[in-house]
């Protein structure tokens, strides 16, 4: 129990920038008493007291604003960042290093009996105010983007967002490549985005990794014809210059 909770502390230092200390996560982490009811009210409940188990379930969410069913299934490492407003069903089966942030549901989409609410694998990460509905599994390391609505199983390793959740188009490779080129990521921006500017900087941003490998392809043919062309080097780019773009808590 003792390894459990330090692995549990361990999980917000990784993933909360915001955290000060271990005393900040045992007294003001609403996420953390959440879990920490929930495994006891899903001992109970696997012990065959389900109405006691409920009740245990009733006082986490009143010290929490968190509601998980004492039948749900929860890995270790489980993180929930703010917490108010979660729910998470009876037959909800998440895996290991799993983060949901505020507003989430793992929610059913019938009334029969049965498996009828999500199961999330390892490493899933659900942002805030999403509802993933039904039986449907989410695969290891997805990613479901902050007030989708998810109907549909999501591969692993994807990423979905909208209403109905739709899977974003495959960019790791350009995004590697910006991140080889300028060192940072062009704001993670993708084709989905409405955002204008957004769109814009990305164009942007696509142009001038083609114009580079273009200008690079260039050079190694200069350098066959005149060696002392590959003497000049092109200046890095500034790194401080982009410091501040980035949000954070």
């Known amino acids: 129990m003792l390894k459990t909770i330090r692995e549990d502390i361990a999980a917000v230092f990784e993933r909360d920038p915001a955290v000060k200390n271990r005393l900040e996560v045992l007294t003001c982490y609403p996420g ?5 009811v929930h495994r006891l009210s899903h001992k109970i409940y696997r012990a065959g007291w389900p109405v006691l188990a409920r009740f245990v379930a009733g006082i986490g969410r ?11 299934t929860i890995g270790r490492r489980f993180f929930i960042d703010h917490g108010m407003g979660i729910v998470i069903g009876e037959t909800a089966e998440i895996g290991d290093d799993v983060t949901l942030y ?3 549901t793992l929610g059913g989409t019938t009334w029969n009996k049965g498996k009828r ?24 390391n997805a990613r ?30 350009k995004r590697e490549a910006l991140q080889a080129t300028h060192g940072f990521d062009m704001y993670g921006v993708t084709e989905e985005m ?11 941003a696509d142009q001038n990794l083609a114009m580079q490998q273009k200008i690079d392809a260039m ?14 080097q092109i200046p890095d780019i ?6 501040g773009l980035e949000g954070g808590k």
Do not use: Y
């Open 62 to 72: 009143f010290i929490s604003g968190v509601e998980i069913h004492p039948g749900a």
């Open 219 to 232: 050079a190694v043919q200069l350098c066959k014809l005149d060696p002392s062309f590959c003497d000049q």
């Open 144 to 173: 479901v983007g902050s007030n989708s609505v998810v109907t549909k199983p999501v591969p692993e390793g994807a990423t979905v967002t909208g209403i109905p959740g739709r899977i974003l188009s495959n960019e790791k490779g």
């Open 194 to 204: 409405p955002d204008p500017v957004a769109r814009s900087v990305r164009a942007l």
């Open 102 to 104: 505020h507003g989430v």
């Open 32 to 36: 953390m008493r959440a879990i920490w």
């Open 117 to 140: 609410h999500p199961t999330l694998r390892d490493g899933v990460v659900v942002g805030a105010g999403a509802k993933v509905l039904g039986p449907i599994e989410i695969g290891k």
């Open 238 to 243: 500034d790194q401080d210059a982009f410091k």
